[in-house]
């Protein structure tokens, strides 16, 4: 393995993780009661802001390590592409289109590590050389 191929795949994965890492931590702070009011006016109770932040938190630390890294990757895709259609469907807001455009590229992201995997410096590396 070169250099660039695990630099590439180091970063790709905990650029990938931050995002998810970085918006669970924050709903767990102030943004919490705003977030569940906003769940709610889009039509999604606000009762599943709890399993929001786990899977923000836990599947994105998963992909941080490389522990799972194709099962957190799949939760994550599907994860945020309900997000862009729940979230960011309206289409008339330019900005709207802007968010669903981007969960559709961290989802894209998110299904290559499904398809690939992690590679170097990954807990999945380490465990499949122990057995």
Same mark, same amino acid.
């Given at each position: 393995m070169n $250099? +660039? &191929? +695990?630099f590439s795949s180091i970063s790709g994965r905990v650029l990938l993780? /931050? +995002?998810f890492i970085l918006a669970g931590v924050s709903k767990l702070g102030s943004g919490y009661e705003g977030t569940q009011a906003y769940m709610n006016s889009m039509g999604v109770t606000g009762e599943l802001l709890p399993l =929001? +932040? /786990?899977t923000e938190i836990l599947a994105g630390l998963a992909l941080f390590i490389g522990f799972k890294t194709r099962i957190a990757a799949l939760l994550l895709a599907g994860f945020t592409l309900l997000a862009a259609l729940f979230f960011h469907f309206d289409f008339a807001d330019s900005m709207q289109s802007i968010l669903f455009m981007k969960n559709l590229a961290i989802a894209g992201g998110l $299904?290559? $590590? =499904? /398809? &690939?995997g992690s590679d170097a410096f990954s807990v999945d590396s380490l465990r499949s050389k122990n057995t």
């Open positions: $250099l +660039i &191929h +695990i993780s /931050a +995002i =929001v +932040i /786990a $299904l290559t $590590l =499904v /398809a &690939h």
